[in-house]
C-alpha cells in the first residue's frame, strides 16, 4: 500500500506564474489536508477537503489560493500569480476519515519562487 | 477553538540522556492525541498516538501518556541517539465532530550530540 504521494517533491516558479501541487491520498482515504511549513517553522493548515468537498479552508489566504479533490484524481493544490513570500514547503496528508484518526503525511513539494 | 502548545527548542542533549519534550493542549472536544516526527529534508512520521485519557502511546523507545487531568502530552525517551535528531511536533484531532483537522504545535528541535 503505497503512502501518500506528493509532486513534483521540487517546484521552481517564477514571480507571476502559477504553482499546481499535486497530492494523491493512501488507498482508501477520502480526507485529505494540506499544510505550509516556512523555514524553520512549524505547520500551518491551510485546507481540509473531502471528496468534492471543501470542508475547512479557514487556513487558505483569500486570494491566489485554491484547492480541490475531485472524485477522481488527486488533489491540486494551486497557487496563482506566485510571490516570494510563497516559497516554503507544502505537506499534504490523508486520513480515512474516521473522526480522531491519525493522518499521514507525504514528503512534502519544496515551492521556490524566484 | 482547540490550540497545542510545545516547549520551545532547541533542545540539545548528550548522547544517552533523558529527554522530555511538554506538550499541552486545549479542545473543545475529546481529542485524540499524536506526537509526529520531522528528520531533516522529510515529510512528517506518526511517532506514536493516544486516543483516550490514561492511554500510553510508544514507540522505539519514546513514551507519552494522555493525561486529561492536566491536558497534557508530554514526549519522554529514557536514552536518546544522535539518530533521534530531528522536530517533534504534537498534535490533537478532535474525536466529536465528523470532520476535523489535526492541529500541530509549533514543534521542538531536538540536537542529540555525541
Redesign the interface.
Known sequence: NAGVMQNPRHLVRRRGQEARLRCSPMKGHSHVYWYRQLPEEGLKFMVYLQKENIIDESGMPKERFSAEFPKEGPSILRIQQVVRGDSAAYFCASSPGSFGGEAFFGQGTRLTVV | GNSVTQMEGPVTLSEEAFLTINCTYTATGY??L?W?VQYPG?????LL?A?KADDKGSNKGFEATYRKETTSFHLEKGSVQVSDSAVY?CAL???????????????TRLQVTL
Open positions: 481529542p485524540s499524536f509526529y522529510e515529510g512528517l512520521q506518526l498516538k486516543t511536533f484531532r478532535d474525536r466529536t465532530g465528523t470532520a476535523s483537522k489535526l492541529t500541530f504545535g509549533t514543534g
